[in-house]
């Protein structure tokens, strides 16, 4: 868990930091391991200084005691002196010899030197006296330190072998003037001693203060080198660090930094030969294609601010015409209605008449059925040109809507039973007042059913659902057996004056099947749209059509329904530093949220 605020740290810190911090501690670790490991082969050559000076002690101790006594007058006083001055020079640099007696030999001293001081001396001698192994090899040297490390003691068994034998220890007499402890150690004083026989310990004891300070004298040393020798590294490291690679960068983020003030002529100029000096030229072959597409973009966004505002003198121009049309519209179906109403008027009176032969009444039902298909279309293009203008005005009330849909069900079954389809309806019981527009609602269940009777062949079914959702919704399918619309054309058919392909025949289009102008479904989306619900189609080609219509049980107020048009016409009225303003602070909005 330590790691990631290491490496957080780390990695926020600037490169010229972060590469001086991770090349220092690569360089402590790498030269205390080297001063380590010098450490550890000095310090064993210091030391391994003490056994070899005590070895050589051990050798001059013996042939001291050898010449001392040795019978002979004339080298005596010399060989007395020798080691006189040897034994004072050794005394004064501390150094200490003693001999250590086998605990057998009958010489052996009841105190005093000679004896062995403590238990590791005592387990020593006890060693060495033991046998020598099969294979010969023994250690016959021991060494140890003082409690506090002041003094420094070396060991060395010394043996009898053919010299001792044949030379000194031949089998003395008493008193025979080479009898001494030394030469007698062995435990007898008349007979040779065996071969390989211990005859006393050697014991060196050599002062070890000068050997510490010299070791902590190197120790010391090295240390100093090693804290010069990182300096120096670190040094020329930050020196490298700083010249050749931070101040290109820095150089290059100054430019940068220029150029995000809008300081577009700036380029990077380093001249280093290296790849500093092709990131430099990449940098500057990137500015200039930033500069070039700037102002390419500069000049499509000058033609496009020239087409934009020929496209809103358009669309302005296309608003008044679209306005012009919707005026006429609603003037010609206004007055349309009023000779319409005239003739089916007037052809009502000439069907009243008892004196009509057949084929007289037949042109008189004739007149009629075309007056009101006449008046039905005028009606929706009225309807349609009140929608889209909004002033169209909702007259809300509370009804029946079972009662709705019956009697609509029966004002349309009588063209059902002529094309011999089964109308049937399945409304919810217990069903709530309703407070909408009834004529809205009427005229879209009207639309509805005149579109499933007109494309439904003979022998089909017509199914009238109504029923109360879970959020209070009214939910009215008009479910048919007929030729189905294809899945690309069921958004068409909302559309003004469009109808689906008769996928089914291979013919072109419905319309050369089937009458109709195209508003039946646009009317009644929009309608929706006013009374607060929508519309949808589920169908498949031969399968029949659902559409469902979801309208708000009831609704308080007439809602507010614009034009598109009149929203597009505003949108393209408003000026390009408009719009840009309004999507800048739509972004803001987003932002904030």
């Known amino acids: 868990m330590a790691r990631r605020p290491i490496s957080r740290a780390v990695g926020a810190t600037s490169l010229e930091i972060k590469c001086l911090f991770l090349f220092g501690v690569f360089l402590v670790v790498v030269m ?5 490991l010098y450490w550890q082969v000095t310090e064993k050559v210091v030391f391994e ?23 002979t007058s004339d080298f005596k006083p010399f060989i007395a002196k020798m080691s006189q001055n040897m034994a004072e020079t050794l005394n004064d640099k501390g150094v200490e010899t003693t001999f250590l007696y086998r605990p057998d030999s009958p010489t052996y001293p009841a105190s005093g030197p ?12 006890a060693r060495f006296m033991q046998p020598a192994p ?3 090899k023994r250690q016959d040297w021991a060494e140890a330190f003082s409690p506090g490390n002041e003094k420094y003691y070396y060991y060395r068994a010394i043996r009898s072998n053919q010299s001792c034998t044949t030379l000194c220890h031949q089998g003395l007499p008493p008193r025979n003037v080479f009898a001494s402890p030394l030469l007698n150690m062995a435990g007898v004083s008349d007979q040779k001693p065996a071969d390989d026989e211990l005859l006393a310990v050697a014991k060196i004891t050599i002062p070890n203060e000068r050997t510490m300070e010299a070791v902590n004298r190197y120790w010391g040393f090295l240390l100093g080198v090693a804290i010069i020798t990182a300096f120096l590294a670190m040094i020329a490291f930050y020196i490298v660090i700083r010249y050749v690679i931070v101040r290109p960068l820095r150089h290059l983020r100054g ?11 700036m380029r990077a100029d380093i001249r280093t030969g290296d790849e500093f000096e092709s990131l430099a ?21 000058v033609s496009l601010d020239v087409k934009v505002d020929e496209l809103a003198k358009l669309n302005m121009q296309l608003y008044e015409m679209n306005r012009v049309k919707s005026d006429f519209m609603a003037t010609m179906s206004h007055e349309l209605r009023t000779p319409l109403n005239g003739i089916l008027g007037f052809s009502d009176v000439l069907g009243s008449i008892d004196s009509l032969d057949a084929k007289q009444k037949r042109y008189v039902q004739n007149i009629q059925k075309s007056g009101r298909l006449l008046l039905e279309m005028v009606n929706n293009v009225l309807d349609l040109a009140k929608v889209e203008s909004g002033k169209m005005e909702l007259r809300l009330s509370s009804f029946d809507i079972g009662r709705v849909i019956g009697a609509q069900c029966d004002m349309a079954r009588p063209l059902s039973e002529r094309k011999n389809i089964d109308l049937v309806e399945q409304i919810e019981p217990d069903l709530p007042p309703m407070h909408q527009d009834q004529s809205r609602v009427q005229q879209i269940l009207n639309n509805l059913l005149s579109n499933a009777i007109k494309f439904t062949p003979e022998g089909g079914r017509i199914k009238v659902i109504a029923a109360r959702d879970g959020p209070g919704d009214l939910v009215l399918r008009v479910v048919d057996t007929g030729v189905g619309i294809a899945e690309e054309d069921q958004q068409v058919i909302f559309e003004k004056f469009r109808q689906g392909q008769a996928g089914m025949s291979g013919k072109d289009a419905m319309t050369r099947e089937y009458g109709g102008s195209g508003l039946g479904l ?19 080609l031969g399968m029949g059509s659902t559409f469902t219509v979801r309208l708000p049980w009831e609704i308080e107020q007439q809602p507010l329904i614009d034009s ?30």
């Open 32 to 36: 205390a391991f080297s001063l380590w």
């Open 49 to 71: 200084q003490n056994p070899l000076t005590a070895g050589l002690l051990v050798d001059q101790a013996l042939i001291d005691v050898h010449w001392v006594k040795l019978d």
């Open 114 to 125: 000679g004896r062995p001081v403590n238990d590791f001396e005592r387990d020593l001698i």
């Open 134 to 136: 099969e294979d010969g």
């Open 255 to 265: 430019v940068s930094d220029a150029i995000a003030r809008g300081e577009i002529n």
């Open 281 to 301: 030229l990449a940098f500057n072959r990137m500015l200039r294609h930033l500069v070039d597409a700037q102002d390419e973009l500069r000049r499509a966004n």
């Open 522 to 540: 646009s009317i009644v989306r929009e309608l929706c749209n006013l009374l607060g619900g929508d519309v949808s189609v589920e169908s498949e």
């Open 564 to 593: 598109p048009l009149t929203a597009d016409f505003e949108e393209f009225g408003k000026s390009r530093f408009d719009r840009k303003h309004v999507r800048v602070a739509s972004d803001d909005a987003e932002t904030e949220a």
